[in-house]
């Protein structure tokens, strides 16, 4: 896999917590100078979740006091470990929601970065943790999923938050991942890279269904993540199992777009990472690309993913890869990491609780790459 | 070493005799006097804090001992009761909203009670060995890894090496089962051993399956020869991690003996064995004693309510290491 | 029968008649790593509300407390790196080292060096307490974090065992390590360190210093150390020096800046010496032999020079004379001002035999030195060092054990057998008693089990036990079993695990409780993805076997998506046997005659007809399943509007059914679920569509 080097060398800044970080996704701005960040935690001491907003200031110059960088400003306690976290901005004010372990999905509106205030909830709407939630952007409604094969559709209003089993295959299909496409359509993803395109104007089953049926030699897995670009809505970016990226496009269904793949045999030759890929995003301007001619449907978008192994980086068609992370993060010496990236000037926020892993092999050349934190999130 | 630091972890129902964690430490099932089997699940794995899951009433005599089923069949427990029947339990459900305890079995073998239930597993199948008050062993196997209903009686017999005499008025207090708890390919092997009023039915034998006639024989017996009349209060099996010999706990009023036994039978079929340490601490009886996960340290406890540790040094000499004793 | 056995549910045989009744009983199981969970219960005491309780008991915490268990975590997480980059150029080195070994030695020091800097910066930052005095005048000492024993005893073991390029230099390294850490001895007895900061905080209210007897103890104890710095910084403070006392006291002060002046020339014998601190720096033994010697001259000089009747300030002249007394080696004044044997073994190295090489010999002073200053409970650090001077490499272990924990112990192995061949050959011995394992190996295991203790640190168990020879594999394995399959992020790093260090059947087992844990928990989709991931044949082909049964069984329409949601599932290439063959074809001519619906549909009834023949063809369909097929299909074989089968169908089927009767004399035939009249009604619809099928052609 070709590695391109980065224009402009990547800054790191580590946030040590001595706790789990659950999710993390940037808090949309309430004012043009506000940059801040929730953070979903679990304290595995005495056992409590909260969910924080912390204010991030941009060390700039003074790189040297990168400790004082994240202030948590409010903290709001579910009753449950936060197994997703999604962000919107409706009108000017920013919402949560917030999807937990015993199967529930609420509501958190921040009136400012300094007070978060619990809207409703809807209770074990599931019949196991919630895998994944997704926000309308804009809107007020949103899509969470499970294992339990169950979708949901939680609306809000100014007060209250309703439920509706949009559809329920009984655990005979489990659900990892969901993404609104349009206020319409949102698609969703799980075992056998599996992906289903719904809409909600046709209830009862899937509108299009892909099920990867891979040739020889590829194995099989769970989709962790799927990004839809707005501009794009016909194409569906999916990262799961032993580095797996590829994008379904709805217009070329028996076909996907493969970025990154393990093969058996072949080993991580054509992959990223051999790891579960934990998150991917498009990325949403050409900064990162020499092939930035989007209006052509022709190429894919470059994208952006972070997975299990420590790997931060972002990909693009016909293997280009630019890794991001790789040796910073191997260096990081505390237990319990936040990092954010400046990449480009924009801003990318990355969090892990370092999972780490060693591989047992003779080529002992490059030992630091083998201890890399988990990456569990990646945003833009 | 320091065993002051400890925490409370859950409370138990009032009425609680008996208690099993499942395999990875995550679920407890608690048995009470009135019939109640009772679940506690931890609310996280990285927590340590439990709630009650569950409460059942699975039968109208008291519960004696909870036994997990092995993780690869569910999540299943056998209850063994005060009236001398077992049976087995299972959390299932057709959908993920229907998940209930339900019970998979019932077994009553008359007049002679239930003692101990060990759960075995081998490459294809789960074995199931349940002793008897009659000095009667007797192995099940499951026939439908899916379902915990239907089990075969595979053999039956009594826990003496001489094949010949049976002992028809045995009557043991209780009794001890340990499988070799390694999994994989070599033939499945238990330890057992009684505490019974019938000497030639109290001292441990290891019974291994001979595959080739589908029968089950004793290798070894661990016990000195003049101590083979010697009840059993307890026996515990190994982990064997790479040991050249199988390592195995066996106590009995004596104390608690540590045994070395070699992987490779010599001629007549015996597999060698030396007792390599007699352990006395505890006032009383040794009712429980386990091996933690590497087999280099040996938890036991007693009718004296004290938890004691043993460890061997570096030279092979085995010590109590620590003690644990429960102050409220 | 069991006649002593008593009957009814009031005697629990296993405790019956045994024991304190009011013993509670107990209920033992290990948890994660080393923590065992206790049930007690308190059955005596029914009337009680209470029920009991289960409590988890730890084993071992290693340490006394010093390090908090998050800050252990840190370190634990911290030392993977380091020790496994040591594992592995150890590796590529002995793989190195056959072709040629001379390179072998010094390159090993040098990543062993490597090694033990990394994990010495992972237990603290260094602040050594006796620089930068220069800025406050008013303090002698700064207040700085307290040192811990952990990073003390590292540094020590660093500094005998590895360092050994500086191991000229060696007492200096110990007047220097004294220095930082002289303050953890501060808690069992006296200390240097301790006097000093005592005097540091009353100084203020002492007018005239050098009419207090603690200004010149407290001189001569930090000179006795050494610690030049604070000396001479204290000296500076005599009453002489100040402006209107300086004509009057011109030939006390002169010997006072002489003694000063002395103190900070004093010759050392070291690779270098910070900027601030006193004393002038040797590398070479030559060279410092010469200035030693001159300068033990000038102190014996001054001594017996003439100023000192001069000097009408009693006190300083006979505190100065104690500081020369002390410079000179005096061992009477070194006793005196020393607290402690170490300290007393430190001014030895200093003044008096400087030039000591060799661990035997410093062995000898320390021994000479504790039988000057016994102790009743000698501090752990101590014993550490007694044990490394006495080259006992199972002390050492052992204090470090005892003291410090698995994690200590587990890392600081690698320090003790640099270069020596008796600690090398008894930790890397194989003994049978251990399993066939080496000490070293124990240790790991041991530290490895304590990680899994915990549900932070269980994943980074598997970086010691790969190095682990020989039984490392045998408890990750266990390790992994015991990691609950229900969550997903647990069971895939469990999974990743299990790939990275090749443990294809764990791998396997993990995923069949999985698919087991999610089919019975109503997952079936959950379910069968694991169990095909973990290939397992036998469960899946029972969940065939399930399907089966509703073949020939009128199901409803939500039993039948499911049924057919199953059927799925199953589909696999993987799974090319027989029976999902046969279970495809069935669920479409199911389905077909589902669409059927009212009777009417001849085009939805044909293509039911041809998948009935598309089963009753194929060799995979189980005979027992024909009667039911054809039941299945009486709608279809009276089928009102034309006949649907031609006549050769129509004979195959009749000629199936002619078999099936046979069969039936056979024993083991499977007698299907279907009312008596069903053969015959069967029989009689092929008759009549046989008529009309030979009418209609």
């Keep these: 896999m070709a590695v391109r080097p980065l224009s402009r060398p990547v800054e790191i800044y580590k946030h040590p917590l001595h706790k789990y970080v659950d999710a993390v996704r940037w808090l949309p701005p309430i004012s043009a100078l506000d940059r801040h960040a929730v953070l979903a935690l679990f304290d595995s001491d005495c056992g409590s979740s909260s969910v924080e907003i912390h204010s991030f200031l941009n060390p700039k110059t003074d790189a040297s006091s990168t400790s004082a960088m994240l202030t948590a400003l409010t903290t709001w306690n579910p009753p449950s470990r936060v197994s997703s976290l999604k962000t919107t901005l409706i009108g000017h004010r920013p919402f949560i929601a917030v999807s937990t372990a015993d199967g529930s999905v609420y509501l958190v509106s921040a009136h400012d970065a300094h007070t978060l205030v619990e809207i409703g909830a809807v209770h074990e709407v599931h019949a196991c943790p919630v895998s994944c939630i997704d926000l309308l952007e804009g809107g007020s409604e949103c899509v969470s999923v499970g294992e339990d094969g169950k979708v949901n559709l939680v609306s809000f209003g100014s007060s209250t938050v309703t439920n509706t089993l949009f559809f329920d295959s009984n655990g005979l299909v489990s659900y990892s991942a969901a993404k609104w496409a349009s206020p319409n359509e949102f698609a969703t993803g799980g075992l056998d890279f599996g992906l289903q395109w719904w809409d909600r104007r046709k209830p009862g089953s899937p509108v299009s269904q892909f099920k990867c049926n891979w040739a020889q030699g590829r194995a099989s897995g769970i989709i962790h993540s799927i990004d839809i670009h707005p501009s794009r809505k016909h194409t569906c970016l999916a990262g799961g199992s032993l580095g797996t990226i590829f994008a379904w496009d709805l217009r070329w269904q028996h076909e996907p777009i493969i970025f990154s793949e393990s093969r058996i045999g072949v080993g991580s030759k054509h992959s990223v990472s051999e790891s579960e890929v934990w998150e991917v995003q498009c990325v949403c301007d050409g900064r990162s690309t020499s092939t930035s001619n989007f209006s052509s449907s022709s190429r894919m978008l470059p994208i952006m993913m972070c997975s299990e192994d420590g790997i931060l980086a972002v990909l693009e068609q016909g293997m280009n890869l630019l890794v991001i992370s790789d040796s910073q993060m191997s260096s990081s010496r505390n237990v319990f990491h936040f990092w954010f990236y400046i990449f480009f000037r924009k801003l990318m926020a990355v969090f892990a609780f370092p999972i780490y892993s060693c591989k047992r092999t003779e080529n002992t050349s490059s030992v630091n790459s083998q201890f890399r934190p988990k990456v569990c999130s990646c945003l833009q | ?328 | 029968m069991p006649e002593t056995a008593p009957a009814g549910g009031e005697v629990v045989p296993m405790s019956s008649g045994h024991g304190q009744p009011l013993a509670p009983r107990l209920s033992i199981c290990w948890s994660r790593g080393n923590s065992l969970r206790v049930s007690l219960f308190s059955l005596a005491s029914f009337e009680d509300e209470a029920g009991g309780e289960v409590v988890e008991v730890k084993l071992c915490d290693g340490g006394d407390g010093e390090i908090s268990n998050a800050q252990w975590r840190t370190i634990a997480y911290d030392s993977v790196s380091p020790f496994a980059m040591l594992q592995n150029r150890r590796n590529s080195m002995s793989s190195f080292s056959n072709i040629n070994p001379s390179p072998y030695h010094l390159e090993c020091w040098e990543y062993m060096m490597d090694y033990s800097k990394d994990i010495n910066v992972l237990l603290g930052n260094k602040k050594s307490s006796v620089d930068s005095l220069i800025e406050d005048p008013d303090i002698f000492l700064k207040k700085t974090e307290e040192p811990t024993c952990l990073k003390a005893a590292w540094e020590l073991m660093e500094m005998f065992y590895v360092n050994k390029l500086s191991q000229a230099w060696l007492p200096e390294r110990i007047v220097d390590w004294l220095a930082d850490y002289d303050r953890l001895f501060a808690a069992l007895h006296g200390t240097v360190h301790m006097k000093v900061m005592n005097f540091q905080n009353v100084h203020n209210d002492i007018e005239v210093y050098e009419d207090d007897l603690r200004y010149w103890d407290v001189i001569e104890s930090a000179l006795a150390v050494g610690w030049l710095e604070i000396a001479v910084k204290m000296l500076r403070r005599h009453g002489s020096y100040q402006l209107d006392q300086l004509s009057n006291r011109e030939t006390e002060n002169g010997l006072v800046e002489a003694v000063a002046l002395l103190i900070s020339k004093m010759p050392r014998m070291r690779s270098e010496l910070e900027p601030g601190r006193l004393g002038e720096c040797y590398k070479a033994k030559p060279d410092f032999i010469k200035a030693w010697d001159k300068w033990r001259g000038q102190i014996t000089k001054l001594d017996s020079c003439a100023f000192w009747i001069q000097c009408h300030h009693g006190q300083t002249r006979e505190g100065l004379k104690k500081l020369l007394q002390i410079l000179l080696g005096n061992t009477n004044s070194l006793l005196a001002a020393t607290t402690n044997w170490l300290e007393l073994c430190v001014s030895h190295l200093i003044y008096i035999r400087p030039f000591t090489v060799g661990l035997e010999s410093m062995y000898n002073l320390a021994q000479n030195c504790i039988q000057l200053k016994p102790m009743s409970s000698p501090h752990k650090l101590m014993n550490i060092i007694i044990g490394i001077l006495g080259e006992n490499t199972e002390v050492v272990l052992a204090e470090c054990s005892k003291e410090f924990g698995p994690w200590m112990v587990a890392h600081a192995i690698e320090l003790l057998t640099v270069g020596s061949n008796e600690a090398e050959s008894l930790l890397h011995e194989e003994r049978y008693n251990l399993g066939e394992i080496s000490l070293e190996e124990l240790h790991r295991l041991a530290y490895a089990q304590v990680l899994s203790s915990h549900a932070l640190t269980w994943q980074i168990a598997p970086v010691y036990l790969s190095s682990c020879m020989k039984h490392g594999m045998g408890l990750l394995e266990i390790l992994l079993y015991k990691q609950p399959v229900q969550l997903k992020e647990l069971l895939l790093k469990n999974l990743e695990i299990c790939r990275l260090y090749d443990l294809d059947d764990c791998s396997s087992n993990i995923m069949k409780m999985a698919g087991v844990y999610h089919w019975k928990h109503g997952r079936k989709g959950s379910g069968i993805y694991w169990l095909q991931q973990a290939r397992d044949e036998f469960r899946l082909n029972k969940i065939a076997q399930q399907l089966f049964a509703s073949v020939g069984k009128s199901i409803s329409d939500e039993s039948f998506k499911q049924w057919e949601g199953l059927i799925g599932l199953l589909d696999s290439e993987s799974n090319a046997a027989g029976g999902f063959e046969f279970l495809h074809k069935y669920r479409d001519f199911k389905r077909s005659l589902q669409q059927i619906g009212d009777g009417k549909n001849d085009i939805a009834a044909q293509k039911a007809i041809d998948s009935l023949m598309l089963l009753m063809r194929n060799t995979s369909t189980p005979q027992r399943f024909w009667l039911p097929l054809l039941n299945d299909s009486l709608k279809l074989l009276n089928w009102q509007h034309r006949p649907l089968l031609s006549v050769s169908n129509t004979n195959l089927l009749l000629n199936k059914l002619q078999e099936l009767s046979s069969a039936r004399l056979h024993p083991g035939f499977v007698k299907p679920d279907l009312p008596a009249e069903a053969l015959n009604s069967v029989r009689l619809a092929l008759a009549t569509n046989l008529g009309r099928a030979i009418l209609e052609e």
Aim: hydrophobic letters at 40%; a negative charge.
């Design chain 2, 1 to 328: 070493m320091d065993c002051k630091t400890y925490k409370s972890v859950l409370k138990l129902d009032k009425g609680t005799a008996c208690t099993a964690w499942n395999y990875c430490g995550q679920r407890l099932a608690a048995g009470t006097v009135d019939g109640t089997l009772a679940v506690f699940d931890s609310t996280d794995h990285a927590s340590s804090s439990f709630r009650c899951s569950s409460r059942v009433k699975v039968h109208k005599a008291g519960i004696l001992k909870v036994v997990w089923v092995p993780p690869e069949y569910g999540d299943a427990v056998a209850c063994i009761f005060y009236d001398g029947g077992f049976s087995i339990w299972e959390e299932a459900g057709e959908d993920s909203h229907s998940v209930q305890w339900k019970l998979c079995e019932f077994f009553n073998r008359g007049s002679s009670k239930v003692l101990d239930i060990q759960f075995g597993v081998s490459p294809t199948s789960l074995k199931m060995v349940s002793t008897y008050s009659d000095g009667y062993i007797q192995v099940y196997e499951l026939s439908n890894p899916l379902e915990l209903k239907n089990w075969q009686l595979q053999a039956e017999f009594q826990n003496v090496i001489d094949s010949i005499s049976t002992f028809r008025k045995a009557s043991c207090l209780s009794a001890s089962i340990s499988w070799n708890p390694m999994r994989g390919g070599q033939e499945l092997s238990f330890i057992m051993g009684f505490n019974s009023d019938t000497p030639q039915l109290n001292s441990s034998k290891v019974w291994e399956f001979d595959g080739a006639h589908q029968r089950w024989l004793p290798v070894a017996e661990l016990a000195l020869p003049e101590e083979r009349g010697d009840r059993v209060y307890s026996a515990a099996w190994a982990p064997n991690i790479g040991r050249p010999y199988e390592l195995i706990a066996v106590a009995t009023e004596r104390g608690i003996a540590i045994w070395h036994i070699g992987l490779n039978p010599d001629l007549d079929g015996r597999l060698p064995m030396e007792r390599v340490a007699l352990l006395s601490g505890h006032e009383g009886e040794v009712w429980q004693m386990e091996w933690d996960m590497s087999g280099m340290t040996l938890a036991t406890t007693g009718s004296d309510g004290v938890v004691r540790f043993w460890q061997s040094n570096s030279n092979g000499v085995w010590q109590g290491q620590a003690t644990f004793v429960h102050t409220s």
